[in-house]
């Protein structure tokens, strides 16, 4: 195999992983019979019905994700960004799974990193896209809209940054952390609405751009409904509705090398009654441990939630 070759097979290589994540987690309604009882037990199905996961998309927008050290191509041989490969990837999911007949059933979101202080020197995750139907093609669309423009802003689009400033505001956990907030309904952390967090899922935002196919949230894409955030608080994806439904969380890290700093030291503190057990140290990555956390614990059920289902997978 030549060398271009190789390097356009890596590329395919990645997207299929990312294909196949995905499809691995929702279960595919359209896989084999000889699999459906994992595929019916995996859904968490009940009396016959199956409750559509919840799956939220992290991405790792550090400094690499506007990178080309892989080297990598795309089809037409031209270089591509790490960061151009995953959400080129996760456009292509979702096309997938609105050719299906019918879609596959999943809550779908997206999250990234952010720079946001709150109040300390580290950085966390916000929440672009919150979680939702992916078998109403508006909310495809919309998602598949928003990929594709955050593609020219993978290394910086504007007065704000899709690709952090540096490592020292890269913190994952705190990501987590953002995350086991939204799942359980609370407050944001570093996630929410402020100068630097400009395209949060808030109703009424327009992220500084125009309402239409070029808008970067998913009010500028016209939805009207599925907000992260409203009035403060985070808008769990747990549904009494949907009291089986699984719930996800997929990591696409670019050099999740567990660089620390003065970063999680600062936020342990309100981390630490969350975890109950973990103890607060300054020389090590918490991404283990959140992920235990995570499926052992779960999220807290909001208030009048009758939802059954709280633990959350991370891959």
């Known amino acids: 195999m030549s060398k271009p ?20 987690l929702i279960g595919l309604s359209v896989a084999p019979g000889a699999f459906a009882d994992d595929i019916d037990i995996f859904l968490g199905l009940s009396g016959g019905s199956a409750d559509a996961p919840n799956v939220m998309v992290l991405i790792d927008n550090g400094p690499n994700w506007s990178r080309q ?18 959400l080129q990837a996760l456009h292509q999911v979702l096309t997938y799974f609105g050719a299906q007949n019918p879609p596959v059933p999943v809550n779908l979101g997206l999250a990234m ?4 202080s709150a109040g300390g020197s580290t950085g966390g995750g916000y929440i ?33 940054n899709e690709s952090l400033s540096g490592m020292s505001h890269k913190d994952e956990t705190a990501a987590l952390y953002e995350l086991y907030k939204y799942f359980s309904g609370l407050a944001p952390y570093s996630g929410g609405p402020n100068s630097t967090n400009v395209w949060d899922d808030v109703a009424g935002n327009l992220g500084g ?3 239409g196919p070029t808008g970067m949230t998913g009010y500028a894409q016209g939805l009207a409904s599925g907000w992260a955030i409203a009035n403060g608080l985070y808008q769990s994806p747990l549904s009494s509705s949907k009291p089986c439904a699984a719930n996800f969380i997929i990591y696409i890290a670019n ?5 620390i700093g003065s970063t999680e030291n600062v936020y342990e503190p309100n981390v630490v009654p969350a975890l109950s057990a ?4 300054p020389t090590d990555t918490w991404t283990d441990e959140w992920t235990r956390f995570l499926f052992q614990s779960g999220a807290v059920v909001p208030a009048g939630n009758t939802a059954r289902t709280r633990s959350i997978t991370r891959w």
Request: hydrophobic fraction near 45%; proline fraction near 5%.
């Open 69 to 86: 050290s892989q080297g990598w191509t795309d089809p037409a041989g031209a270089k591509i960004t790490q960061g151009v490969a995953e």
């Open 113 to 116: 990193l952010t720079p946001n």
């Open 128 to 160: 672009r896209f919150g979680a939702r139907d992916m078998t109403v093609a508006s909310n495809r669309t919309a998602l598949q809209n928003i990929l594709a423009n955050i593609v020219p802003c993978v290394g910086g689009c504007g007065s704000a």
């Open 278 to 281: 973990l103890p607060a140290t």
């Open 255 to 259: 050099n999740a090398s567990g660089q």
């Open 5 to 24: 070759e190789l390097k356009r097979a890596t590329v395919m290589n990645t997207l299929r992983t990312l294909r196949l994540a995905l499809a691995i």
């Open 209 to 211: 751009g125009l309402m």
